[in-house]
């Protein structure tokens, strides 16, 4: 298996919802990260897991929360977010946190608040 | 400051004309330089990694070189379904596990 699983591909959320992001993979690779992109622009790094600890955080807003159950695992919390958090969020992983042997990033959900 | 650059921002070409897409970059220790492809609304496909310099890779009709201050994507004989915008991206010494991308260049090959 040498996918990451993204799950919405699609989600529609209110200001006021809560909802979360699932990202899986059994590459047995032990870094993940959450990509944020809006349109015609390139990803943005948002948050990075290795070995299951939060190691970078970009000065996200509270408003997202990442959460990395287990190495396979990877979801992102969301709460009363603005409309300008409307992009496409895509979940990558490596084979380790420095990225060394590059990144496997899933087909992203793409994510509209009204 | 990690930076890349990619040249041109956008370049339409014609089924079968070959041509190169460029990518800049300044980074402080290059531990690998990579070349993705992403189609509208998904996520970017791995095509290349580059290491060190005078490095060529290549797939179908792709490759990929290497110098110390910049890379190339050669397309050789492009097809329709080339069209993609591709993404160059640096990982450096300073900043660890994290991808510096450019802006990519968006290419659309017409029949």
């Known amino acids: 298996d040498t996918e990451v699983t993204q799950t919405p591909k699609h989600l529609v959320m209110g200001m006021t919802n809560k909802k979360s992001l699932k990202c899986e993979q059994h590459m047995g690779h032990r870094a993940m990260y959450w990509y944020k992109q809006k349109a015609k622009k390139p990803p943005e790094l948002m948050f990075v897991?290795?070995?299951?600890?939060?190691?970078i955080n970009e000065s996200v807003p509270s408003r997202f929360s990442p959460e990395c159950p287990n190495s396979s695992l990877l979801n992102l919390h969301l709460h009363a977010l603005q409309p300008e958090d409307s992009a496409l969020y895509l979940c990558a992983s490596s084979q380790e946190g420095t990225g060394n042997y590059g990144y496997t990033f899933g087909s992203g959900t793409r994510l509209t608040v009204v | 400051e990690d930076q890349v650059t990619q040249s041109p921002e956008a370049l339409r070409l014609q089924e079968g004309e070959s041509s190169s897409l460029n990518c800049s970059y300044t980074v402080s220790g290059l531990r690998g330089l990579f070349w993705y492809r992403q189609d509208p609304g998904k996520g970017p496909e791995f095509l290349f990694t580059?290491?060190?310099a005078g490095e060529e890779k290549e797939k179908e009709r792709l490759k990929a070189t290497l110098t110390k201050k910049e890379s190339f994507l050669h397309i050789t004989a492009p097809k329709p379904e080339d069209s993609a915008t591709y993404l160059c991206a640096v990982l450096g010494s300073s900043n660890t596990g994290k991808l510096i991308f450019g802006q990519g260049t968006t290419l659309q090959v017409k029949p």
């Open positions: 580059l290491y060190s």
């Open positions: 897991y290795s070995y299951e600890k939060l190691s």
